[in-house]
């Protein structure tokens, strides 16, 4: 049924027409890549929601999500998610491009959750990342994934919980596992590796939340930035992406400094993208074959886990 105003404006209604008759005739006939790539994109998304939730400790957020490869003894990349230490969730803050893409790429995917402030510590954060790793390695064979192809992903607090578990060696060991236990650490744009520096030149935005999590004792703090326990043995090697927010790109290469003159290995880049817009956008869209990240981060899973 065409409406009053199309029946009043026959040019209106003709170009209405126009138009429909255009998208319909370049949906079927000019743009056969682009409707499979949307099937693709579909299908690999259909077959993310198909994640079993695994519990790696009695609270009820210490569970993860996983996502089995499509071939066994294949690499697995571990997820953490951010939300300022005090708020976020595996269901929502994963970034839905992720898992498909991973799964693609022929690797295992999770995604895990954490207590969080203020009923649980940063220190207990950090031990429960460790121990979903183990969690996971411990139960390899059965999940169908190679235990000694892994990797630990984060964005923004969970950048930081990544970058700490990769550095203090003591969360690893808690769990029974290792630096050689990584492959390696891709931290996504977090901005207090250094969380003294952070809390004194962050400003007013974030500064409460800040010292929630990690308190006013300066001792504390430091036994808490990825950036002061840089010195070797760390994780075997890290990709640190950011994208061009001041105090992220400068805790970015402060951090990724610290870890060259430890000897670690390790890859600094940044990504278009400026405040919270592209704070978020680096999660997000990574995966998505269009966002400038998402090779980077591919080629260099496939050099580390070809090793």
């Known amino acids: 049924m065409h409406s009053l105003a199309q029946m009043k404006?026959?040019?209106?209604?003709?170009?209405?027409?126009?138009?429909?008759?255009?998208?319909?005739?370049?949906?079927?006939?000019?743009?056969?890549?682009?409707?499979?790539?949307?099937?693709?994109?579909?299908?690999?998304r259909k077959g993310s929601v198909d994640a079993v939730e695994l519990s790696y400790g009695k609270d009820p957020l210490q569970k993860l999500d996983y996502w089995k490869p499509m071939k066994a003894g294949s690499p697995l990349v571990i997820f953490v998610h951010g939300g300022g230490w005090k708020r976020g969730d595996k269901r929502n803050a994963t970034g839905e491009e992720k898992p498909g893409h991973y799964l693609q790429q022929g690797y295992g995917f999770a995604s895990i959750n954490y207590r969080l402030v203020p009923a649980a510590t940063v220190e207990q954060q950090a031990q429960d990342v460790a121990n979903a790793i183990a969690h996971l390695i411990g139960r390899a064979e059965s999940l169908?994934?190679?235990?000694?192809?892994?990797?630990?992903?984060?964005?923004?607090?969970?950048?930081?919980?990544?970058?700490?578990?990769?550095?203090?060696?003591?969360?690893?060991?808690?769990a029974e596992l290792g630096p050689k236990s990584l492959r390696g650490v891709i931290p996504l744009d977090g901005a207090c590796y250094d969380v003294p520096r952070q809390i004194a030149q962050g400003g007013d935005f974030m500064h409460d939340t800040y010292e929630q999590a990690f308190g006013t004792e300066k001792e504390r703090q430091l036994a808490l930035s990825p950036t002061a326990q840089a010195a070797a043995p760390n994780a075997p090697a890290f990709l640190i992406l950011h994208v061009?927010?001041?105090?992220?790109?400068?805790?970015?290469?402060?951090?990724?400094?610290?870890l060259q003159k430890a000897g670690t290995p390790v890859e600094v880049r940044g990504f278009d993208g400026v405040g919270l817009r592209g704070h978020a956008e680096i999660n997000r869209r990574l995966g998505d074959p269009a966002y400038a990240a998402t090779p980077v981060v591919d080629e260099w899973l496939e050099r580390v886990f070809a090793k």
């Open 9 to 44: 404006h026959p040019r209106l209604k003709t170009l209405t027409l126009l138009v429909a008759a255009t998208c319909l005739t370049s949906f079927t006939f000019g743009q056969g890549p682009l409707i499979e790539r949307l099937r693709e994109r579909m299908a690999a």
């Open 144 to 174: 169908g994934f190679d235990a000694t192809r892994v990797v630990l992903m984060g964005h923004s607090a969970g950048a930081h919980l990544s970058a700490l578990v990769g550095t203090d060696m003591k969360y690893l060991k808690q």
């Open 244 to 258: 061009q927010r001041v105090d992220g790109t400068a805790q970015s290469r402060a951090l990724g400094e610290a």
